[in-house]
């Protein structure tokens, strides 16, 4: 019997946001043995879109990126996939946090400055 561990800690999110206003960062949470590889462009998007409005904060205190590495078993579409939803969400929450005057000076989409 396996624990579908992610999909608990998805259900944790907004427990484990609560840290960031102390300096925390966030690297990661993308998941790659599961919707990575199996998954579908809604799928990764959904989960990219999910990880960004949960973790995002104006001052760019998460990394967008995949828990692990890249399996090899993963289509290079899901691959892409997941690069356009970041940028894609990382701009919306970026130009956001400009509108309301919170972003970092050298807040980039994907990195923490």
């Excluded at 790659?32 to 462009?41: A, E, I, M, S, Y």
């Excluded at 899901?78 to 130009?95: D, Y």
């Amino acid at each position: 019997m396996s624990l579908p561990i992610f999909r608990l800690l998805h259900s944790t999110f907004p427990l484990l946001r609560k840290p960031i206003a102390d300096g925390s960062r966030y690297f990661g949470g993308i998941d790659v043995q599961f919707n990575l590889v199996r998954g579908n462009r809604e799928s990764i998007r959904r989960e990219v879109e999910a990880l960004m409005a949960n973790f995002h904060a104006p001052e760019g205190r998460y990394i967008a990126s995949p828990s692990n590495s890249i399996m090899p078993e993963t289509p290079i579409e899901n691959v892409w996939s997941l690069f356009e939803a970041i940028r894609e969400f990382g701009n919306q929450h970026r130009r956001r946090s400009i509108l309301a005057g919170t972003a970092s000076a050298g807040h980039r989409i994907g990195c923490d400055t």
